[in-house]
């Protein structure tokens, strides 16, 4: 029998200080370990404890993973104090990911804000690889200031391409910002694509969440096809210990992409 | 339908031990506790009523090691429980327990085999607890469904019935210690049932408990209510009625160092504890008690039948005689059908 509570053993190879309370890992598991977009991986400092992930590299790097990850409690304090050659654990990939299938053919817009641009890079990682089969990609990432932006060079590339529509935003600017300044729904009203059809992924902190779903929603995009990374405490990560329900889901394994036909009815999901 | 006496009992349990941890009630206060049975031990009791303690804790264990180092290896590894006496609502727990923990994929190890090579020998209640409500939730007072042997208590011993594959065998193995059941005492087995259903009823019914296929809307109906606040203004955080409570499942996992080993602990947890839901950063959806309440009453009377039709709560009554703050989980639900 599988013992599903059991870590496997990664090596960290580099540590990569994004801003002064983020920084993304570059891991190596010792063993075979691949995930889809939008599943999540638990990451344990050995003796101190588990917290969940999304990864923030191309899912189809097989040997080495990416997790990006802000300082923000007691797991995160730890991992930040990480240095290349140190052992860590993984348990995953958890979770179910974006069905990738249903947006063939599609217009896919892709909202992201704060931290969420860490889970968003494996996303549109995925969807530059299936760039052929999708119809317009748009894309729209806010921060609270440009410091704060993950991966900046990497998006300023993607600022580039003619296959994409995207636009940053952020809500304070500075002398390096020469864009838009405002939250990320101010900067969602020229997107031109068939929101009748058209399937909408929002990652970020929840206050953003809710109002790029309402902006959404208002621009015509149908419940059942806006996708969101819900957020709740999780400690299995396999819908057993009960912490991340949302009404009758578990966030962990019925998620934690959900789409908000399925959770709008349910109390608490903003909070 | 064939009969045991008490003698022939002690010598069925004592030759059980060489494969089983056999698991016997006991009296202890005004109650029966569970306790292992020793060599020749015969002190035990069959219980009229259901046990001080949760048969839950024999297999989903309060607090245990369940992965060391990067190690896949499953750590428990010892002889399956056997439990005996267990009452139609321990067997109702397992049926909830049963669908959280027992999956291809992600199945817990450890319960999956306890439920698996465990044997259980239930058995009638004979009496009411003040507490007791399992007809509310549509369970009769004797077991129906997950028992291997069910002992039906008469006149100097126990008629038996069989309810798997495996109480047969165990039966047809030791054919001597049994004889036919006299019609008479079936005839009582019956008379018994039917009298402390009704008095079970009687009791659920002056509580004013909604009946069973209600709860589940006067939930829904109540959730924006405020008797949420009330019903949780005696509440001390306590988390006693979850950890008395046969179908709570609730776990987390914790992670220490010890003898230079890396050790992961899976240990209840108590969905009525503040930081129970609480996020990276320090967000809490569920920062108040009554909203605490309201989920534990939410996931048993509605998610669980929403997901698998089954309430998720056995009439046990522990968590009212559990409460220091004398919460009745009868009288919140009635309170939901005003």
């Known amino acids: 029998m599988k013992n599903p509570y059991r870590s496997i053993e990664a090596e960290v190879l580099k540590v990569t200080t994004e801003t002064p309370s983020i920084k993304t ?39 080495t993973m990416e997790i990006t990850i802000v300082k923000v409690g007691k797991v995160t304090d730890a991992i930040h104090e990480l ?188 909070d | 339908m064939l009969f045991i006496n008490r003698g022939n009992l002690d010598q069925l349990l004592e030759s059980l031990r060489g494969d089983y941890r056999v698991y016997v009630p006991r009296s202890m206060g005004g109650s029966t506790g569970y306790s292992l049975l020793g060599e020749s031990d015969t002190d035990y009791v069959i219980g009229s009523i259901r046990s001080f303690d949760p048969l839950k804790s024999f297999y989903f264990l309060s607090r245990e090691k369940v992965a060391e180092d990067f190690k896949p290896d499953i750590l428990r590894d010892e002889k399956p429980p056997c439990i005996v006496g267990a009452k139609a609502c321990d067997l109702k727990g397992f049926r909830i327990l049963d669908f959280v923990f027992i999956d291809d994929e992600f199945g817990d190890p450890t319960y999956m085999k306890a439920r698996k090579d465990g044997l259980i020998i239930s058995a009638d209640c004979t009496d009411v607890g003040e507490t007791c409500f399992c007809t509310a939730v549509d369970i009769n007072p004797w077991p129906e469904f997950e028992f291997d042997i069910n002992l039906s208590p008469v006149d100097e011993g126990f008629i038996v019935t069989t309810g798997s594959e495996k109480g047969r065998d165990l039966v047809e193995s030791r054919k001597n210690l049994f004889s036919d059941a006299p019609e008479d005492q079936v005839e009582a087995v019956k008379q018994n049932r039917s009298n402390i259903k009704s008095r079970v009823m009687t009791s659920a019914q002056e509580k004013g408990i909604p009946v069973a296929d209600r709860l589940k809307w006067v939930i829904k109906k109540h959730y924006e209510s405020d008797i949420w606040k009330d019903v949780s203004e005696d509440c001390v955080e306590c988390g006693a009625c979850n950890t008395i409570c046969p179908t709570c499942h609730c776990f987390l996992l914790y992670d220490q160092k010890s003898d230079g080993k890396l050790a992961r602990y899976r240990m209840w947890d108590s969905c009525m504890i503040n930081d129970f839901a609480r996020v990276a950063g320090n967000e809490n959806p569920r920062d108040r008690l009554w909203m605490r309440m309201r989920n534990r009453f939410d996931k048993k009377f509605n998610y669980f039948p929403e997901v698998t039709e089954e309430i998720g709560c056995s009439g046990c009554g522990r968590c009212t005689a559990a409460c220091p703050g004398k919460i009745d989980i009868r009288e919140v639900l009635a309170k939901l059908e005003v």
């Open chain 1, 25 to 63: 890992f570059l891991l190596k598991p010792k063993e075979e370990l691949t995930f889809k977009p939008g599943q999540f991986m638990e990451f344990s400092v050995p003796g101190v404890g588990e917290a969940p992930f999304t990864p923030s590299s191309d899912s189809q790097i097989r040997e």
């Open chain 1, 83 to 270: 240095k290349p050659g140190d052992t860590v654990g993984l348990r995953g990939p958890l979770g179910k990911g974006y069905p990738f299938m249903k947006f063939t053919g599609q217009d896919v817009l892709v909202i992201g804000g704060g931290v969420g641009l860490a889970p968003v890079r494996t996303l549109m990682y995925g969807l530059f690889h299936m760039r052929k089969q999708l119809s317009k990609l748009v894309y729209r990432g806010g921060c609270r200031n440009p410091e704060e932006f993950l991966y900046r060079s990497e998006l300023e590339e993607w600022m580039k391409r003619d296959d994409i529509d995207m636009k940053l935003t952020v809500d304070h600017g500075d002398d390096s910002w020469n864009g838009p300044i405002g939250v990320v729904t101010t900067i969602m009203d020229d997107i031109d694509v068939n929101f009748e059809r058209a399937k909408a992924i929002v990652c970020g902190p929840p206050v953003m969440m809710k109002f790029a779903t309402f902006k959404l929603q208002e621009l015509g995009v149908r419940d059942s096809n806006i996708y969101l990374s819900m957020e709740k405490n999780m400690s299995c990560g396999f819908g057993k210990c009960g912490h991340c329900r949302i009404g009758p889901y578990y966030c962990c394994s019925d998620g934690p992409v959900f789409t908000y036909d399925m959770i709008r009815e349910y109390p608490g999901i903003w």
